[in-house]
């Protein structure tokens, strides 16, 4: 296959939803700026395995923009943007593999679709394409690759662990510009979008119950309380579950919360962490949600084996009948919900995100046979700069420190 998209008619909307997107992202026009004059990446092949959607199309633009033969495919079945796909396919000549609502094995047929271009840099979010990479014993040629999300860095350092890891990994996520703001601030917002698209409730005066106090966490647990909700974390990690508890919120075991919780978000990035005993104890009318990257945190066999009848009540909204005769819903099949029932985090917070990734591409080629087969920071000034970078279309200035003061800061002589 040369793509697989849902429909090519659709990249006209595409076209506009980008274009809005690329005005906010300035950052990123930045790179791209240079990128057309500098061709880093010229004769390199890049394949993709991330969210498509808007702000990733400028992404892919830019890679393309440095010289690059650039492929991508959808990180999760249910994220994908049909007529940004389609636009990136007709107006851009970037293949593209994915479609929304694609099943388990065209999830996977579209990664071997990027995969045959024989890429010499993986792109990731979730570490699918680079496990793929790995387990199908297709590496050669590859010489390093990026994550962009917790769950994959966390995947990719376990491989690291186990001397698994067969090329270097940039983990973008571990950026200051990416987790303290994409996790914090665009978490944060698009769950409460996607959660409000899928149900139209009112959070104000609900009890909301946010697994997990990480950056999303914190993000989710923030917006939450500032549309009114009495939020209650659950954590497992008692520095994390302090923090929560002197940032204002309710601390509590999940099985007390899942007695009292009106809506339960996870955020983990662990496995069945909702699971049968949490849905029994719950109140009729309880609604769950995850925003952590795979649809493993809410367990759904679980759910499944105490329900009596399921229906779909409304788009992105299941309703579970449970057996005890209450009822809960589920929203977007458990999946990511700030890219299944929305559209994933603002351009403005992707821009130092994706500017990370363009960037980190540009250092792996750089860097060429000098880095180790481990999972790797951005060096320290390029995390700096786009922070610079983005602080510029601000509008803001901040000082700097004088020759004295570096001294000063530097030094173990000088005492009070």
Request: charged share 25%.
């Amino acid at each position: 296959m040369k793509y697989h998209v849902r429909n090519l008619k659709l990249a006209a909307d595409g076209n506009k939803r980008i274009e809005w997107a690329e005005s906010k992202m300035p950052v990123l026009r930045f790179i791209r700026r240079r990128f057309s004059q500098d061709k880093p990446l010229k004769g390199i092949r890049i394949s993709c395995c991330l969210h498509v959607t808007t702000e990733t199309a400028n992404l892919l633009s830019t890679l393309k923009t440095g010289g690059a033969s650039v492929m991508a495919c959808g990180s999760n079945p249910l994220s994908t943007q049909d007529d940004v796909a389609a636009c990136l396919v007709r107006d851009y000549g970037i293949p593209v593999f994915a479609m929304k609502g694609e099943s388990r094995t065209e999830y996977y047929r579209h990664i071997a679709g990027v995969m045959a271009q024989h890429p010499n840099i993986l792109i990731d979010d979730g570490a699918d394409l680079i496990s793929t990479a790995h387990k199908t014993k297709r590496v050669k040629g590859i010489f390093g690759g990026t994550e962009e999300t917790t769950t994959g860095v966390v995947r990719l350092k376990s491989m690291e662990r186990d001397r698994a890891l067969l090329f270097p990994i940039i983990a973008v996520n571990d950026s200051d510009t990416k987790h303290l703001f994409d996790n914090r601030y665009g978490t944060g917002q698009s769950t409460m979008d996607g959660i409000l698209r899928a149900t139209n409730i009112l959070v104000a005066g609900m009890k909301v119950v946010v697994v997990g106090y990480g950056w999303c966490g914190r993000g989710v647990a923030m917006r939450a309380q500032g549309m009114g909700g009495q939020v209650v974390v659950c954590e497992v990690d008692p520095v994390k579950a302090l923090e929560a508890q002197m940032d204002g919120y309710s601390v509590m075991k999940a099985d007390q919360a899942a007695r009292i919780g009106d809506l339960f978000i996870t955020v983990t990035g662990d496995i069945n962490v909702l699971t049968k005993r949490h849905f029994l104890a719950m109140k009729d009318g309880a609604v769950m949600a995850n925003s952590g990257h795979f649809d493993v945190e809410i367990d759904k066999a679980g759910l499944a084996a105490v329900t009596k009848r399921r229906r779909t009540i409304r788009q992105f909204c299941e309703e579970y009948r449970l057996k005890n005769g209450r009822r809960i819903y589920l929203l977007t099949e458990g999946r990511l919900v700030n890219l299944s029932a929305a559209e994933g985090h603002p351009a403005m917070v992707m821009d130092m995100s994706f500017a990370n990734q363009a960037l980190a591409s540009e250092f792996l080629v750089s860097k060429y046979g000098r880095l180790g087969r481990r999972v790797h920071k951005l060096p320290k000034e390029i995390d700096d700069e786009i922070a610079f970078l983005k602080l510029r279309s601000m509008g803001v200035k901040i000082d700097k420190l004088t020759a004295e003061q570096k001294e000063y800061l530097s030094s173990w002589k000088t005492g009070t």
